[in-house]
């Protein structure tokens, strides 16, 4: 598949071919100021929910921000934590390593970090009605049962030309979201995750060489 780099597309287009689209997910975070139509957001959501879960118990609800005053109150809430805390820091430090793709990763994630709004559109799965493989929303099986239709909803969105960037950014505004939102006690926010048409291009992305992390058999 190595070879299959040359012929991959680079830019800001969408793809129906599936090898195309996962090869050049790459984690957008800059935005054209160009609303995402509700039937698209309803797409990717869609497509999300093919996903496998425990049981098929299909335990989620994506909370979809296309608001601008909700996307202001969340941004702002983002923001704070960044300026106030040692994060920032850490990114403007790291921004100084000699490795050219840290240092955009770095700068991209400054502008995610201070200015989310700026999204068309945040997605936020919840886990909700948790059962299988456990009701415990803390423990890494509860993520298996989400995470699939996190990537599928990433995975559509790519082919339809719109940029997404996986985050646990919830983490940091957990109580200003639910409040924003009116998300139950009982749902669990899993992601944040920006989407919109993307101000950068999709492209090949650098990732381990599968030699590198394939055992047959035995570890
Ligand atoms: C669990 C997880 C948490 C992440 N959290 C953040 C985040 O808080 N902020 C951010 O800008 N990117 C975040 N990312 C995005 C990663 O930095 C990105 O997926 C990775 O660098 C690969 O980027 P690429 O696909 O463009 O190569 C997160 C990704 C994952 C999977």
Redesign the pocket.
């Known amino acids: 598949m190595s070879d299959l780099r040359n012929v991959l597309p680079h830019g800001k287009e969408g793809t129906n071919n599936v090898w195309d689209a996962m090869y050049t ?3 957008i ?1 800059y935005w054209q100021e160009k609303p995402v139509p509700r039937d698209l957001l309803k797409t990717v959501i869609e497509a999300g929910s093919k996903a496998p879960s425990g049981s098929n118990t299909q335990p989620w609800v994506f909370v979809v921000i296309d608001d601008e005053a909700q996307r202001e109150k969340i941004g702002d809430a983002l923001n704070a934590v960044y300026e106030g805390g040692p994060l920032k820091n850490m990114i403007t430090e790291g921004q100084k390593s000699d490795d050219k793709s840290q240092r955009l ?1 770095l700068k ?2 400054q502008s ?2 201070s200015k989310l709004a700026k999204a068309p559109a945040i997605i936020v799965p919840c886990l909700y009605k948790l059962s299988s493989p456990t009701p415990d929303p803390g423990s890494l099986e509860a993520g298996s049962s989400i995470y699939m239709a996190v990537q599928n909803v990433m995975l559509s969105a790519r082919a339809l030309g719109l940029g997404t ?5 919830h983490v940091l505004i957990n109580e200003a979201l639910r409040e924003t939102c009116d998300i139950p006690d009982d749902a669990y926010p899993a ?1 944040l995750i920006p989407i919109g048409y993307p101000d950068a291009n999709f492209g090949p ?3 381990k060489p599968v030699e590198e992390i394939i055992k047959y058999n035995f570890w």
């Open positions: 997910q790459r984690a975070r990763m991209g994630a995610f970090f960037v996986m985050t646990t950014a992601a992305t650098t990732r």
